[in-house]
């Protein structure tokens, strides 16, 4: 049995549909990098908008971060968000900031009013695929609070 197929009419750099290759170019460059994201979850926070806050925030949320005496854990969106409500945080002084795909990494103070100390913070967020900040990592200069009780 001797089956013959048709040759394809196509050419090898014909198969791809040039209007579809640059749609999916345009969607990609309008997509917004982790960084921005970072960047506009901070500022709405800020801005004290934590409707916007929470719609950067992923459901599933992971947050680490040093508490006055023990570590502050979040592992839901909802109950992080309504923490952010009631901290009444300082407005953050940028140092640096910095991004590895989809990882956002800030350098900076916090001047707080009571006690009146500033103190130096890395922060570590992770964007997933959605966009969404999915993880939280903080670390912290202690000292200055240390130093304010003597």
């Known amino acids: 049995m001797n089956i013959k197929f048709p040759k394809s009419k196509v050419e090898p750099n014909e198969i791809l549909n040039p209007i579809l290759l640059k749609e999916c170019y345009?969607?990609?460059e309008s997509a917004k990098s982790a960084k921005e994201i970072v960047m506009e979850f901070i500022g709405a926070l800020e801005r004290k908008d934590f409707k916007t806050v929470r719609s950067y925030i992923n459901d599933n949320i992971s947050v680490l971060a040093p508490g006055p005496v023990e570590l502050t854990t979040f592992n839901s969106a909802e109950p992080f968000t309504t923490?952010?409500?009631?901290?009444?945080?300082?407005?953050?002084?940028?140092?640096?900031?910095?991004?590895?795909?989809?990882?956002?990494?800030l350098l900076y103070e916090?001047?707080?009013?009571?006690?009146?100390?500033?103190?130096?913070?890395?922060?570590?967020?992770?964007?997933?695929?959605?966009?969404?900040?999915?993880?939280?990592?903080?670390?912290?200069?202690?000292?200055?609070?240390?130093?304010?009780?003597?």
């Open 83 to 105: 923490y952010l409500e009631h901290a009444n945080l300082p407005k953050l002084e940028i140092k640096k900031e910095f991004a590895d795909s989809n990882d956002v990494y």
């Open 26 to 28: 345009a969607k990609n």
């Open 110 to 150: 916090m001047n707080y009013h009571e006690p009146p100390v500033t103190t130096f913070v890395c922060g570590w967020f992770h964007v997933n695929d959605d966009g969404k900040i999915s993880s939280l990592r903080f670390i912290l200069d202690p000292r200055p609070f240390f130093q304010h009780r003597k």
